[in-house]
């Protein structure tokens, strides 16, 4: 399948610097869509504007909503929303949906906008990265938008980054959230977890261990250093067991004879006439006694 690029003038819609806290007016130049030689500020009655089908934020803050209506209230929209038309008088949003809805809270029946052609494929675009840029989504909605960038336009996850500006591990280890159980995600996007935790969750490969330690993070209200250790306490205990249950007498009596002449651990591990054995120091005083020993 050929990979579709976004749009040559996206570079000119993501800031450099972002401030999280406030509105940023976003550059719309001449060729970032089929348009128009000036922009023209219109009054949109709101009832006329319609939700764009690929808007990747479904939640919002209801504080920082009423925020940002009483600041309209007081100094009015300085940056106008961007729709484009469809059918009859009614048009769809491509950018601008907190202060849509911000606008409503205070029962605004207009609202200024900018009108402009655009493709689905623009819509999509300038949905997905202007909420992205403003950092406005949550880790599980940025997981979908990431994921939506790629199967919409075919794109890898280092064709992602250069898009967005990340490292291609950020952008896998924010998608991968979308592996936990759908609880937690909830958890996430209700900001009872962090992004931390939940990255902490994902060591655990079960789905029943993941959400145990889910309900133990919010019972326990644990920070996320102290839900990383509970991974890695569950994760020895898991593999001492297994070990326990699967190990050799002969192999057991071996290793613990070795490890008391060498003063450190030693792991053996044989498959039928083959195998391997390892032995782990942790300075180098240890190491070269270790070296002196096999001499």
Not at 64 to 73: C, Y
Not at 175 to 195: A, F, H, N, S, Y
């Amino acid at each position: 399948m050929k990979k579709t690029s976004l749009g040559t003038g996206l570079s000119s819609l993501i800031p450099n610097k972002l401030n999280k806290n406030k509105e940023i007016n976003i550059p719309l130049q001449k060729n970032n869509f089929a348009s128009s030689d000036s922009d023209e500020v219109m009054k949109i009655p709101i009832g006329n504007i319609v939700p764009n089908p690929n808007q990747p934020r479904y939640y919002f803050d209801g504080d920082n909503l009423k925020e940002l209506s009483e600041s309209i209230k007081e100094h009015g929209i300085i940056q106008p929303v961007l729709v484009t038309k469809v059918n009859g008088d009614k048009y769809e949003l491509i950018a601008g949906e907190r202060r849509l809805q911000a606008s409503k809270l205070i029962g605004l029946e207009k609202i200024p906008a900018i009108v402009r052609l655009a493709t689905s494929q623009q819509k999509l675009e300038l949905a997905i990265v202007e909420n992205i840029q403003r950092h406005n989504l949550n880790a599980v909605e940025e997981a979908k938008a990431y994921q939506k960038l790629g199967k919409e336009f075919n794109l890898t996850q280092e064709e992602i980054a250069k898009k967005t500006g990340k490292s291609r591990s950020a952008i896998a280890n924010i998608i991968r959230l979308l592996d936990l159980p759908v609880e937690i995600q909830r958890g996430i996007i209700e900001r009872k977890i962090t992004e931390g935790h939940a990255r902490a969750i994902l060591g655990l490969a079960n789905s029943e261990k993941q959400r145990a330690l889910y309900e133990l993070i919010l019972k326990n209200n644990l920070t996320v250093r102290a839900a990383e250790n509970k991974v890695k306490e569950i994760t020895v205990h898991s593999h001492k067991r297994k070990v326990l249950k699967q190990a050799d007498p002969y192999i057991q009596d071996l290793e613990d004879s070795i490890q008391q002449k060498l003063g450190t651990r030693i792991k053996i591990k044989k498959h039928g006439v083959s195998g391997k054995i390892t032995i782990d120091f942790f300075s180098e005083e240890e190491f070269s006694k270790i070296v002196k020993l096999l001499k």
